[in-house]
């Protein structure tokens, strides 16, 4: 459940659970909707899977992400989203590799690691 | 997801229909017990059991989204699949709740036919909600294909 928590906190993950709510998409179609690397990106989508939120599957030639989300979950993203938990907070950029949240200036800074 | 990880999960998922299903038959038989024992009387066995029945068919309920299947073939599948997920998951969590809620307060006569209304009302929304997704879908596809 802790890891639900911590899924839920980011929103930037709220975010992209809430365009999965609309439909399944691929990565790339994710992450065009924000100004953040693909490897940073992929780090999200890594906490979002470990926290078994969402799932990929083959479906024709492309890997697609999909909710994976129970009732109680669903609920809890609204009470999260409502409540704007986590947006007040700087901009927090997860560093691939190392799965640990710090702060960056600007997220348009990228990663050019 | 590959083929460990689906034989893993559907592992999981058995797992913890059994352990609803121990649960709803252990309270049962406690509830049995004690009413042999003259500890409670047979209205309290009753809306006992209706109250666990509830409860117990709402967490099936609300793990029912996480039941993802094997791959579908298009995308427009995979989002009458999700879709119908969601909407079946809260469907039957919010009847069963419904369901324990009349066990535990309503008088018995309402308990006995309003439990069976919500949960037959939340069927019927399932399968007329699945069926509008698919002939939306047929549709969509219909449309799209030259």
Same mark, same amino acid.
């Given at each position: ?27 790339? /179609? ?19 899977? /470990? @926290? ?29 989203? @409502? ?31 | ?146």
């Amino acid at each position: 459940m802790s890891s639900v928590f911590k899924a839920l906190a980011d929103p930037t993950r709220r975010k992209v659970l809430e365009l999965l709510r609309q439909q399944p998409m691929t990565a790339g /179609e994710l992450a065009d909707h924000f100004p953040l690397s693909r490897p940073t990106m992929s780090a999200h989508f890594a906490v979002l899977r /470990e @926290a078994d939120l969402i799932e990929a599957q083959k479906i024709g030639t492309t890997i697609t992400y999909q909710l994976k989300i129970s009732v109680l979950e669903e609920a809890l993203l609204g009470f999260a989203q @409502a409540f704007g938990i986590g947006s007040g907070a700087p901009a927090a950029e997860i560093q691939p590799g190392d799965g640990q949240l710090s702060d960056t200036a600007h997220p348009s800074q990228g990663n050019s690691r | 997801m590959n083929q460990e990880s689906r034989v893993s999960n559907d592992r999981r998922h058995v797992v913890f229909s059994l352990k609803l299903s121990a649960v709803l038959i252990g309270a049962s038989l406690l509830l049995t017990w004690a009413r042999h024992e003259g500890m409670i009387s047979k209205d309290s066995v009753e809306r006992g059991i209706g109250v666990l029945t509830g409860l117990v068919f709402a967490a099936y309920g609300n793990a029912l989204p996480k039941l993802i299947g094997p791959a579908v073939g298009t995308i427009g599948e995979a989002r009458v699949a999700q879709g119908l997920r969601r909407f079946s998951g809260w469907a039957l969590t919010v009847a069963f709740l419904v369901y324990a809620a009349l066990w535990a307060f309503a008088s018995r006569d309402a308990a006995h036919v309003g439990s069976i209304a919500a949960v037959a009302v939340s069927g019927a929304a399932v399968m007329g909600y699945a069926g509008w997704k698919y002939l939306t879908q047929r549709k969509t596809e219909k449309r799209e294909t030259p």
